[in-house]
Structures are given as C-alpha cells and as structure tokens.
C-alpha cells in the first residue's frame, strides 16, 4: 500500500477480482517535516493541520488518479 501511494506502478491484478476500481489511503503527520509543510504550500495545497493524506484510486483501464489532502495531483 505505502509503494502504491508513493507512485509505483499497479496493474488489474491489484483490483480486487470483480471490482473496477481500488482505492488506497494514507494519513501522515507531518508536524516535523518543514520540507514537506514548504512544498505543499509551494503547490497550493492546504496543510493546517500538520497532516498529509495521500489517496490513490487505481482503476481497470489504467486512468487511475491520485490526490494530496483532497486536492487532484499528477
């Protein structure tokens, strides 16, 4: 799941047979990671409360999308 929502490659065999789509989810604290607090203001993205969720939704034909705190992302 962690390799998924850093970006690794899935394939169909991910899917759960007889399901179109998965999604995984992730929560993090950031509080300590100033970095990471930068550059997500840097994109726009909002932070305030020292978290990061990642959620990724993979889907059969290959168009899966992912967004950070509840914003799309590439």
């Given amino acids: 799941s962690l390799a ?3 970006g690794d490659k899935s394939t169909a065999e991910t899917i759960k047979t007889g399901s179109e789509q ?3 989810e992730g929560l993090f604290d950031i509080s300590d ?3 990471i607090q930068a550059r997500l203001g ?10 990061l969720v990642v ?3 993979l ?7 992912v967004y950070i705190n509840g914003s799309l992302s590439t």
Avoid: F
Wanted: hydrophobic fraction near 30%; avoid cysteine; aromatic fraction near 0%.
């Fill in 4 to 6: 998924l929502l850093m």
């Fill in 22 to 24: 998965a999604t995984v």
């Fill in 33 to 35: 990671r100033k970095d």
């Fill in 42 to 51: 840097e994109i726009g993205i909002d932070h305030q409360d020292d978290t």
């Fill in 55 to 57: 959620r990724r939704i």
């Fill in 59 to 65: 889907s059969r034909d290959g168009k899966n999308r």
